[in-house]
T-cell receptor
Framework: GAGVSQSPSNKVTEKGKDVELRCDPI?????LYWYRQRLGQGLEFLIY????????KSGLPSDRFSAERTGESVSTLTIQRTQQEDSAVYLCASSSGTGIKLAKNIQYFGAGTRLSVL | DAKTTQPNSMESNEEEPVHLPCNHSTISGTDYIHWYRQLPSQGPEYVIHGLTSNVNNRMASLAIAEDRKSSTLILHRATLRDAAVYYCILRDNFGNEKLTFGTGTRLTIIP
């Protein structure tokens, strides 16, 4: 079946503009995650959605960052008034379960959106 | 999640076995050991996970020390496609859903 799909694959924007990044999770996956990866570094957690529960926003670096998800479908990550330090690859992942299976939960990642802020 | 320690980089010859080590001396009894890898210009992909016993799947094997303070990911016959950054991650049933990635081990395969 189809994997996690992210769009656009590349985005170049000017400092101060807003951008929206999209993630289509694997069908039926209740959990969705956003991560950021700066050049040459590991992944940083941004936000996590699980079903209709309140999202875990603990990784969002500033109030310029926000994300939405409707039900168990598409999610959008919005960055307002972009800064040069926002340049990174933004990765989305989805997984199928939680609770007692948390420790075994496998996350499936998209290829990411490479954001360049000029 | 407990911390893991991996070498920054390793090299291996093509078609040879590769042993990627991971230390996790503060692992708790409920922590599972997960391995992901990230190929160039791609998102991470799941490789394998285990709790106490050694595990095998089509991609790799996971050898877990008896005291669980270390583990080794084994690629039985490396190919050029296995060149990637490999991440060792601990996950428990009571922590957050997020994966905490360290810097991983960059594996280079020599033709």
């Amino acid at each position: 079946g189809a994997g996690v799909s992210q769009s656009p694959s590349n985005k170049v924007t000017e400092k101060g503009k807003d951008v929206e990044l999209r993630c289509d999770p694997i069908s039926g996956h209740t959990a969705l995650y956003w991560y950021r990866q700066r050049l040459g570094q590991g992944l940083e957690f941004l936000i996590y959605f699980q079903g209709n529960s309140a999202p875990d926003k603990s990784g969002l670096p500033s109030d310029r960052f926000s994300a939405e998800r409707t039900g168990e479908s598409v999610s959008t990550l919005t960055i307002q008034r972009t800064q040069q330090e926002d340049s990174a690859v933004y990765l989305c992942a989805s997984s199928s379960g939680t609770g007692i299976k948390l420790a075994k939960n496998i996350q499936y990642f998209g290829a990411g959106t490479r954001l360049s802020v000029l | 999640d407990a911390k893991t320690t991996q070498p920054n980089s390793m090299e291996s010859n093509e078609e040879e076995p590769v042993h990627l080590p991971c230390n996790h001396s503060t692992i708790s009894g409920t922590d599972y050991i997960h391995w992901y890898r990230q190929l160039p210009s791609q998102g991470p992909e799941y490789v394998i996970h285990g709790l106490t016993s050694n595990v095998n799947n089509r991609m790799a094997s996971l050898a877990i020390a008896e005291d669980r303070k270390s583990s080794t990911l084994i690629l039985h016959r490396a190919t050029l496609r296995d060149a990637a950054v490999y991440y060792c991650i601990l996950r428990d049933n009571f922590g957050n859903e997020k994966l905490t990635f360290g810097t991983g081990t960059r594996l280079t395969i020599i033709p």
